[in-house]
C-alpha cells in the first residue's frame, strides 16, 4: 500500500513529520477501535486544528463544541451523478476529527460507508505501514510499504456487497484483467481559498478482478487526503498507500 499526504507549510510539515514518527511505534501512540465506523485514537498528539486547514486548504463540512472542551469536526462526502448534482437519495460517508481543549486532534473516525471501500482490517494496515514510508522532502509525501507487516487473512470485498452500499459508478474502464469503476463525491465545505477548489471534488476509483469479482485496488482523495491501496499487497499479493 502507498499512502500519500500533501505536506505544505514549513511549522505544519514538521508537525506532520512528528506524528510521523509516532507510526513508528504505532501500539505506544495510537490505538483502533472499530465498531460500526473506524477511530483511530492519538495517545500524544501533536498536530492543531488549524493544521489539518493549511494541509488540505479546505474547512469541515460541521464544527461544533464536544464534552471535552474541543471541536468535533465533521466532513460530509456525498455522491454525485453525471451532472455533478448530488443524487437523491442521498449516498453519503464521512470523516471525523475530534480537538481536545489544547486544540490537538486526538480521534479520526471514518464512518461505516467509507468501510465499504477500505475495510478495517486493511485501513488499519495501511496506517501501520506509515510507520516505515519513504519521505519525500521535496514533495513533501510520504510513501509507505507493507512489505513489514504481518499479512491479512480476511477475504478481499465482493464487488456485489460494494456496489449494494455505494451504487452504480459514474463510468467503467477495462484494464485487462479488471474493471475500474469511478465515483465522484463532493465536500461540503465553504470559504475554499482560491486555486483549490478541485479538492472539494473526491474521485473514487475502485478496481474489481474480473474474474474473481474482488476489489483489488481503492485509489481517492479525500479533504487533502490521497489514498491508493492494492488490497492484495496486504494479503501477501500487493499494496500501496500515498498521501497526497
Known amino acids: 500500500m502507498l499512502c500519500s ?5 514549513c511549522i505544519y510539515w514538521i508537525r506532520a513529520y512528528q506524528t510521523y514518527l509516532q507510526m513508528g511505534e504505532f501500539d505506544k501512540f495510537f490505538s483502533v477501535q472499530v465498531t460500526d465506523d473506524f477511530t483511530l485514537q492519538f495517545k500524544e498528539p501533536i498536530m492543531f486544528s488549524q493544521d489539518f486547514v493549511s494541509l488540505s486548504k479546505l474547512y469541515s463540512s460541521m464544527d461544533t463544541p464536544n464534552a471535552e472542551g474541543g471541536r468535533h469536526w465533521r466532513y460530509w462526502f456525498r455522491k454525485l451523478d453525471k ?54 522532502k521535496d514533495k513533501m509525501q510520504l510513501r509507505a510499504s507493507a512489505d513489514s507487516l504481518d499479512k491479512i487473512t480476511v477475504p478481499l470485498p465482493q464487488k456485489s456487497a460494494v456496489l449494494a452500499q ?11 484483467e479488471q474493471e475500474i469503476y469511478i465515483y465522484k463525491f463532493q465536500l461540503e465545505t465553504h470559504n475554499i481559498e482560491p486555486g483549490y477548489e478541485e479538492r472539494a471534488l473526491s474521485e473514487v476509483k475502485l478496481s474489481f478482478d474480473k474474474k474473481t469479482q474482488e476489489m483489488v485496488r481503492m485509489t481517492g482523495r479525500f479533504a487533502g487526503l490521497k489514498i491508493s491501496i492494492n488490497y492484495r499487497k496486504f494479503l501477501g499479493k500487493g499494496l500501496t498507500v500515498e498521501q497526497g
Open 83 to 136: 451532472n455533478g448534482k448530488i443524487i437523491k437519495p442521498e449516498i453519503k460517508f464521512y470523516s471525523d476529527l475530534n480537538f481536545n481543549k489544547e486544540g490537538k486532534v486526538n480521534a479520526w473516525t471514518f464512518s461505516h460507508l467509507f468501510l465499504a471501500i477500505a475495510p478495517p482490517a486493511f485501513l488499519e494496515a495501511s496506517l501501520r505501514s506509515l510507520g516505515g514510508a519513504e519521505i519525500n
Open 166 to 176: 455505494i451504487g452504480e459508478p459514474l463510468e467503467i474502464q477495462d484494464d485487462h
Open 5 to 9: 499526504l500533501l505536506l505544505t507549510g
